[in-house]
């Protein structure tokens, strides 16, 4: 047993304020003296005349806000006639070749659409991949896995 294991056997009650000066917190109650927020109840937003924090930030439409960009990085059939015949295309090797940066692929993903023509042939694709494309690859030679 460990003394800061222990439950805590007493509660303190919340300092009452405004109940005479013998209390600690009479007259005034913590509030100071005049003003606006001696005297009524404002938000705790509040801030004098100027601009609140909440107006100076941008507006963001939608529940939860910010969300991912959940479009993936869209390659065409011409970025993969820079491989050789009979070679592997994957994000590692798409990378290497510069092709795509890093961040952007492993973020979002990648995906081959329509647009161009397979010069290269025996491609071993390990990318998602549209249906035409997949016809392409597979009428050269290659294979999408």
Not at 13 to 40: F, V, W
Not at 52 to 80: A, E, I, Q, S
């Amino acid at each position: 047993m460990k003394l800061n294991a222990l439950e805590k056997t007493i509660q303190r009650s919340k300092k009452r304020l405004g109940r005479g000066i013998g209390s600690g917190k009479g007259k005034t109650g913590g509030r100071g003296m005049k003003g606006q927020k001696a005297r009524g109840k404002i938000p705790a937003s509040f801030v004098g005349g100027s601009l609140p924090l909440y107006k100076k930030l941008p507006f963001v439409r939608g529940w939860g806000n910010k969300k991912p960009n959940p479009k993936p990085v869209v390659l065409t059939l011409d970025h993969l006639n820079r491989f050789k015949a009979n070679s592997k295309v994957t994000i590692a090797t798409l990378m290497e070749a510069k092709i795509i940066a890093g961040r952007n692929a492993q973020n979002r993903g990648v995906k081959i659409l329509d647009k161009g023509e397979v010069k290269v042939g025996g491609l071993t694709v390990e990318i998602p991949v549209s249906r035409k494309v997949k016809e392409k690859i597979e009428k050269s030679g290659g294979k999408v896995v």
